[in-house]
Nanobody, 116 residues
Framework: QVQVVESGGGLVQPGGSLRLSCKLI?????????MAWYRQAPGKEREMVAR???????FLEDSVKGRFTISRGNGKSTVYLQIDSAKPEDTAVYYC?????????WGPGTQVTVSS
């Protein structure tokens, strides 16, 4: 059974940095067309913030450009989301998503709180 597990969330001060990890269990990153990070803040809809395509192309939502980076780890099954210059509005549960034709796999999420 394929699973996605996020880790690395926590409390960070405004202006600080955090690195989230997304671990694929049972498959490899290249088995999926897209690996993406989404977030959902209280009372708001889930939104995509970063996406990495199978060919390595990346996309960042406008509000996180210049502050977030999505990258693949050295192995075959980990994707990272580097958060720099964190803002209070980045506070949310962050979810990793692996997507392919016939597959749409979500992790349980990891909480990120940006506060002093």
């Amino acid at each position: 059974q394929v699973q996605v597990v996020e880790s690395g969330g926590g409390l960070v001060q405004p202006g600080g940095s955090l690195r989230l990890s997304c671990k694929l269990i049972g498959r490899e990153i290249l088995d999926f067309n897209f690996m993406a990070w989404y977030r959902q803040a209280p009372g708001k809809e889930r939104e995509m913030v970063a996406r990495r395509s199978r060919d390595g192309t990346t996309f960042l939502e406008d509000s996180v450009k210049g502050r977030f980076t999505i990258s693949r780890g050295n192995g075959k099954s980990t994707v990272y989301l580097q958060i720099d210059s964190a803002k209070p509005e980045d506070t949310a549960v962050y979810y990793c998503n692996a997507r392919n034709v016939g597959a749409d796999i979500w992790g349980p999420g990891t909480q990120v709180t940006v506060s002093s």
